[in-house]
């Protein structure tokens, strides 16, 4: 009788796996599209030199040691002047609901 009990667990066992949420897998897998460079405490500024073109409205998520938020992009400004879509490969001035350090990550969030 035990040796069919112990049988039967092992064979309910093999066919539950153990999977990874959603959430994790696709952090680990997406690619930052911008890199935080410097940010201004008084003004709550960030500047993001992008590697991919982003324009007003889109979702990000920045990620460093300290910060993990998301934020609607609101406001872009290119050497003073408000812009509505950035190219890439230049430093963006983008005003953020929270403080975000140099080196920290952003991500495009998909909604």
């Keep these: 009788m035990a040796k069919k009990k112990k049988a039967a667990r092992k064979k309910a066992a093999k066919k539950t ?7 994790a897998k696709s952090a680990k897998t997406q690619k930052p599209i911008g890199t935080v460079t410097h940010f201004y405490t008084h003004i709550k500024v960030a500047i993001v030199k992008f590697k991919k073109p982003v324009a007003v409205g889109a979702s990000l998520r920045f990620k460093g040691a300290t910060t993990d938020f998301e934020m609607t992009l609101k406001s872009m400004q ?23 350090r140099e080196g920290d990550q952003v991500y495009s969030v998909e909604r």
Excluded: E
Excluded at 17 to 23: E, H, I, L, M, V
């Design 17 to 23: 796996k153990k999977t990874k949420p959603a959430s």
């Design 78 to 100: 290119y050497d003073h002047k408000p812009i509505s879509r950035a190219p890439k490969n230049k430093q963006i001035g983008i005003k953020v609901s929270k403080r975000v």
